[in-house]
C-alpha cells in the first residue's frame, strides 16, 4: 500500500523542514541572526505534540458510515437523485462559474492597482484589497473541488492562469498554496509516481524562490545583499528569532491579534504587522511560526487549544475525504496547504479560517448524508 505523504502530519514535517532551513540561516549568521534559546524547542515540541494528539484522536472516529457515501461518485449529496436541487452536470457548471469569477476578480484588482505590485512594494503593500479577498475566497476552493471531481490535464489551465496572476501581487505564499493544494487534490485524485512528485517539488521550490526574490528586490526603500537560497535561510531564521524573543512576551497582545485577524480585511489592519511592533518595537508585517500568534495574545494554553483544534480538523476531514472524495478532498488539500504556509506565517489570516469552517461545514453535511441514507430518508 502507497505511503500517504499528504496525511495531517505533513505539516509536521514541514515544519521541521522549515526549523533545518532556520537553523542554517543563524547558523551563518546571516545579517547579524542569533541562535535561539533552548525554550524555543521545547514550545515548538510541545505544540507540535498538541497537533499531533488531535490528529491522532481523529483517527478514532468510525469511518464505516461514510463508506456508502464515497460509492456514489464521490460527489455526495442527500435525498434520491430526483430529490436533488442540482444535477452533477449543474453542480460542475456552478463550480467553473466560482473559478473563472475569482480569476476574473484577481485581474481587475490588479489593474485597479495600477501597476504589477511584484514589481514594487507600494504596490504591493496596497494589492490585498476586498477585491482580493473575494478572488482568493472563490478561486482556491473552486478550483480544487473542480480538479477534484474531474482531475484531467485541461483543470490544470485555470490552475496556473490563478498562480500566474495571484504571484503578480508579489505574495509568494498565496503562489504556494495554488499550486501545493491543486498537487494535493491531484495526488488523492490520480495518484502520480514519485517522478511526478519530485518534479512538481522541484517547480515549487523553484516558483516560491523567484516569487520572493523578486518581491524583495523589488522593494524601494530596502537594500539586499543576500542570494536567493540565502535570502530563503535568512527568512526562516528571521523568522525563528521573532519566535525566540516572543516566548517571553506571552500574552503581551491580550487577544488584539485575534480580533484583527477577525475584523482586518475591514479595518486594513495586519496582525503581523502589531507582531512586528509588540516584539521587535517598529511596526513591520512579521512572521512569528504557526505557535507565534496564540503564545502573544493569551500564552501556552491558547497555543496548545489551538494546535489541538487544527489537528483534529485536518485529521477528520483526512479520514473522510479517503471515503467520500469529491468536494472534501478538494477542501482538505486546501486547508492542509494553508496550514504548511502557516508554519512560517502564523495563523493571522481571516480567509484560512474560513477554509477551515468551509470544512467543518463539509464534514457536517457529508454525515448529515449519510445518516439520511442509513435511515432510508
Not at 503581551?252 to 480585511?265: D, K
Not at 480538523?313 to 494553508?338: D, S
Request: with cysteine; charged share 10%.
Amino acid at each position: 500500500m502507497r505511503s500517504d505523504i499528504f496525511s495531517p502530519y505533513s505539516a509536521l514535517l514541514v515544519l521541521l523542514i522549515y526549523l533545518a532551513l532556520a537553523l542554517a540561516g543563524t547558523g551563518l549568521g546571516l545579517r547579524g541572526l542569533g541562535q535561539p534559546s533552548a525554550s524555543t524547542f521545547g514550545y515548538m515540541a510541545i505544540g507540535g505534540s498538541a497537533f499531533a494528539l488531535g490528529v491522532y484522536l481523529s483517527s478514532r472516529i468510525k469511518t464505516e458510515t461514510f463508506t456508502s457515501m464515497g460509492s456514489q461518485g464521490g460527489n455526495p449529496a442527500c435525498g434520491r437523485g430526483e430529490d436533488r436541487l442540482l444535477s452533477e452536470e449543474q453542480k460542475r457548471t456552478v463550480i467553473i462559474a466560482a473559478v473563472i469569477t475569482g480569476i476574473i476578480l484577481q485581474a481587475v484588482n490588479i489593474y485597479l492597482l495600477g501597476g504589477i505590485p511584484l514589481l514594487s512594494g507600494y504596490l504591493k503593500a496596497r494589492a490585498v484589497t476586498k477585491i482580493w479577498l473575494l478572488s482568493y475566497l472563490l478561486f482556491l476552493p473552486s478550483v480544487n473541488v473542480l480538479l477534484s471531481i474531474d482531475p484531467r490535464r485541461r483543470n490544470y489551465i485555470p490552475v496556473i492562469i490563478g498562480a500566474f496572476l495571484f504571484a503578480l501581487t508579489g505574495y509568494r505564499t498565496t503562489v504556494v498554496v495554488i499550486l501545493l493544494s491543486a498537487f494535493i487534490t491531484v495526488y488523492y485524485s490520480k495518484k502520480p509516481s514519485a517522478g511526478k512528485l519530485l518534479v512538481f517539488i522541484t517547480v515549487l521550490a523553484a516558483v516560491a524562490l523567484i516569487v520572493g526574490y523578486l518581491a524583495v528586490r523589488s522593494i524601494e526603500w530596502q537594500q539586499w545583499d543576500l542570494n536567493p537560497v540565502e535570502l530563503i535561510l535568512y527568512r526562516a531564521g528571521y523568522t525563528l528569532m521573532v519566535f525566540d524573543r516572543l516566548i517571553d512576551l506571552q500574552g503581551a497582545t491580550r487577544g488584539s491579534l485575534l480580533y484583527y485577524t477577525i475584523t482586518g480585511y475591514l479595518n486594513s489592519t495586519d496582525p503581523r504587522a502589531i507582531v512586528g511592533e509588540v516584539v521587535l518595537g517598529y511596526r513591520h508585517s512579521t512572521t512569528s511560526l504557526i505557535f507565534g500568534p496564540a503564545l502573544l495574545d493569551f500564552g501556552l494554553h491558547a497555543m496548545l487549544i489551538q494546535m489541538f483544534i487544527l489537528g483534529t480538523v485536518l485529521g477528520t476531514v483526512h479520514r473522510i475525504q479517503h471515503v467520500t472524495g469529491g468536494a472534501l478532498r478538494g477542501i482538505y488539500a486546501v486547508i492542509l496547504a494553508q496550514t504548511m504556509v502557516w508554519v512560517e506565517t502564523g495563523p493571522t489570516d481571516l480567509i484560512v479560517w474560513l477554509f477551515y469552517i468551509m470544512a467543518i461545514l463539509g464534514v457536517f453535511m457529508v454525515w448529515r448524508c449519510s445518516s439520511e441514507a442509513g435511515s432510508g430518508c
